[in-house]
């Protein structure tokens, strides 16, 4: 089986890639493989501002709207002082944002490749690979049993794990070790809150987040550093949900809530790829780079940076490698840019100065971990 391109991962960056792929020629064999999921519902249900338009660039735009998600009008945020702070998209160029079903709004990108003539294998995964000079020989495990694979160019969309980039001899600089621990809550009737808007809450050792979602529920998550987590046993509900009660405002919002265990434990560490592309490869989105979830961003940037990857594999199979060295200064330039504004951000609570971590966030450079 031959290919132009195969994307490895069918998340937010993988079909951005695959879609702005078959916009520039239309002719591409694009293959795109998509891991088996067993997740019942993902965290990352906010798209920010500027989602509407890349969105309608790569003509996903018309399946998202009839998928009627809720729209966001703003954000709000209790940080560096008790008062709470608004957000308000109506002064933001980007216009409103989003609350999706993440699983939804994924599966609803991939169909939008599919429908755009990309080939798509589901619960797939790459168990062996080989660069012979002008392209790649892949071996892909999936239900159907093991497939070969030539393709002339790799797309490494697989998220914070860069499974294919690190078997490539690339490595993560981590910034942080940010995770987080998440749960939804269940409203019955008209107990939902009226106010949709994204709700960040700093608090002594870390801060909660919260979202609606279209089908009734709000995602909430305590975030802090991994060694913080543990000594706490925040993995643990019982002690989660004192902690919850600790809050003021995230708290009020699901006291008339049902909680839905399990808790969910996810890496939020802000990353980078030293090397984000090699022979005939790249990455991008989350396996490029990983932004804090405070930013909102995770989604605008799985987009942007999918389409940019679709460009310069594009030039390099045209002829014009040096695409790929572009595309990963832009990476690293994007992300410098981000680093300084998470550490401006996070330097405004000063509430707590005897904090871990808190105090770990006071200076401009981290310790990598």
């Known amino acids: 089986m031959s ?22 020629r239309p002719a591409l064999r694009v293959l795109m493989v998509e891991p088996l999921r067993n997740d019942l519902w993902r965290v990352g249900e906010t798209l920010s501002p500027g989602c509407e338009t890349i969105l309608k660039s790569l003509g996903g735009w018309d399946a998202f709207r009839e998928a009627h998600f809720i729209e966001s009008f703003g954000t709000c945020s209790s940080w560096g002082s008790d008062c709470l702070a608004e957000n308000d998209f109506i002064f933001s160029a980007g216009g409103r944002g989003w609350h999706v079903d993440r699983v939804r709004f994924e599966h609803i990108l991939s169909e939008a490749a599919r429908n755009a003539g990309a080939e798509v294998w589901c619960g797939g995964r790459v168990t062996a690979s080989a660069f012979s000079g002008d392209g790649w020989q892949l071996t892909v495990s999936g239900p159907a049993g093991k497939r070969e694979v030539e393709t002339q160019f790799v797309i490494d969309a697989t998220g914070r794990s860069a499974s294919f980039a690190l078997r490539q001899g690339a490595h993560k600089i981590a910034k942080d070790r940010l995770v987080g621990v998440a749960a ?17 809450e700093a608090q002594q050792e870390g801060w909660w987040y919260s979202a609606l979602t279209p089908d009734c529920k709000m995602v909430v998550a305590w975030m802090s550093d991994a060694d913080l987590v543990r000594q706490g046993a925040l993995h643990m509900p019982g002690n989660w949900l004192e902690r919850l009660q600790r809050s003021r405002l995230t708290a009020a919002r699901v006291a008339n809530a049902g909680f839905e265990p399990p808790l969910r434990i996810l890496a939020a560490q802000s990353q980078i790829l030293a090397k984000a592309y090699g022979p005939r490869w790249l990455a991008t989105g989350d396996a490029a780079a990983t932004l804090d979830p405070l930013s ?72 990598a971990f």
């Open 3 to 24: 290919y132009d391109v195969t994307i490895l991962g069918a998340g937010p960056a993988g079909s951005a890639t695959a879609l702005a792929l078959k916009r520039l």
């Open 184 to 200: 939804r809550f269940d409203f019955s009737g008209d107990a939902a809150p009226i106010d949709p808007r994204t709700l960040v």
């Open 296 to 367: 909102s961003q995770g989604v605008f940037n799985a987009l942007c940076t999918g389409k940019l990857a679709a460009f310069a594999a594009f030039d390099c199979l045209a002829g014009r490698p040096a695409a790929q060295s572009r595309y990963e200064k832009l990476i690293a330039d994007e992300y410098e840019r981000y680093e300084k504004t998470k550490t401006w951000f996070y330097s405004l609570e000063q509430r707590w100065p005897e904090s871990p971590f808190w105090e770990r966030r006071r200076t401009e450079e981290q310790n």
